[in-house]
């Protein structure tokens, strides 16, 4: 590995974000956030809801700036949208006015590709992600989890170094939602790229990750790291009923329940 | 295929325990097919029950003829005016200066409405500037302007295209802006994500998650197009069915002035069904609404 190549993919370091409330206050998001991801690790975040996750990724993204510290991608300062970087959003974010391969092209002909080598590559992707034949469809006429798919090609074509994840299967049901961790590590294990997975199920966080991150309750720190050791390639599915993954869930919903009470405490009062 | 969901006979044989595949399809097809029959027979129903009380009220001197007329007459004077032109002139010709003071306006209206609704929908400081002029000069009648234009551009075009263009623009103009505010966050977020600049951003983002808004607009629109040309014509002008609607109301003509009407309806209605065959041309991504109309 070359010497540029050792810096850690995403760095936050003493990161903070503020947003203005409608009433002309400041409310504080994220505080003290520090957080780092080597390059090809898998990082799960997990935290109460409402707690500034979502506000972290728009921060790697280049979509939001910090109030306060600093985010590197690379090694390198965040300024702009950094084309290394792909996103999946928890809600749908696919063209309704475009089927299915309009959508995935969409990526390299926003940056310039030739149309030919676009879709030839949208229907190479298509193929990796089962959607073949389904070319010509529009997304209101794919299922929920075919349209995750869709949108897991749409974002894996741009080949990016670094994958942010927005409880991307939140709304899917328990067997889809299976089947796509499947789908997910294996185009990952074939990318290589840098992943941050925001998620609220822990489960999910464990078996997936190399890494899981738990926030405190708004304003959100890091409050512990826990390393998950489990061997891969893993079989998602199965691996629940993996002791080490029982003791490891455990130990880490202990850390993530007193924040979770934390933070419906606070919602309750302000209701 | 909405059609079928749009009828509730196709529900019900749709679940009709029992029956093949085929049996199935065929007897959704004749519901659907059935529920046309009915919504046509119904509104032709509707017409020739109007046309025949309102020929029996003149008739039977329930309404008086002099101010409200009876299709026979009305129906008549269509057919003359057809064949043998009116006293102006040939009907083809004041309904073709219409249409070319409606369609130019339009055009010209709704282009500016979209480009000034996407402009000031990008621009959050222009779009708070001018806002409230906008407010101020669309809250004028619009039929106010027609003699100030008139004495401005004189009795020809130039003055009609102008009213029309004036009723046309603020409501497209309105929906287009409107249209570019609702564009949805998360889409503008991934399209810039997946490398889109500004400008392809507004292309291939705002400006289709738009169009439905400003499609809304067009419609209605058209129909503004054409009250502009005729408010115009009625002041003053040469030619075009608002002259015709003057001319007949100086001679107590009530059959004259009806028979505008229908020429004017017969055109609106002509350009409703082609805007909204252009409408389902571009909105085929669009799911079918749950109840279809037409
Ligand atoms: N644009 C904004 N303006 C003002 N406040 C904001 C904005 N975006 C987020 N916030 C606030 O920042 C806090 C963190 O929001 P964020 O969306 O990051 O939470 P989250 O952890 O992603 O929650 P969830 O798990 O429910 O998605 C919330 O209290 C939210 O109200
Ligand atoms: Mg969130």
Redesign the interface.
Known sequence: MSDHATSPAIELINVSRRFLTPDGKSMTALRDFSMSVARGEFAAVVGPTGCGKSTTLNLV?G?ARPSGGEVRVMGGPVSG?D?R???V???????????VIDNVV??PM??GQSREAAYAKARQWLARVNLSGHESK????LSGGMRKRVALA??FI?EPEILLMDEPFSALDVQTRSLMHEELLRLWSAQRASVVFVTHDLEEAIALADKVYVLTAGPATVKAVYQVDLPRPRVVADIRYDPAFIDLSRRIWNDLREEVQIGYQRSEQAA | MSEIMASPQAAKAVFAPGTSDREIEAAAARAALNYRRRVTFWRWAILVLFLAGWEAASTYGVIDEFFYARPSTIAMRLYDWITEGTSEGPLWYHLWVTMEEAMIGFAVGAVAGVLVGIALGRNRMAADIFSIYIKVINSIPRVVLAPIFIMILGLGLASKVALAFVMVFFVVFSNAFQGVREA?R??I?????????QW?LTR??IV??A?SWIFASLHVSFGFAIVGAIVGEFVGSRFGIGLLINIAKGSFDSAGMYAAIVIIMVVALAAEYVMTMIENRL?????APLHETN
């Open positions: 993204t979509l949208i084309p970087i792909g996103f959003f928890q809600t749908d974010a696919l063209f309704p006015w475009r089927n969409a990526g926003f940056r529009y997304p209101h006429q749409q974002t741009n | 949805d998360a889409m977020a991934n399209a810039q994500i997946l490398g889109a600049s392809q291939s983002v289709p998650s169009m909105a085929k991504w669009r799911p």
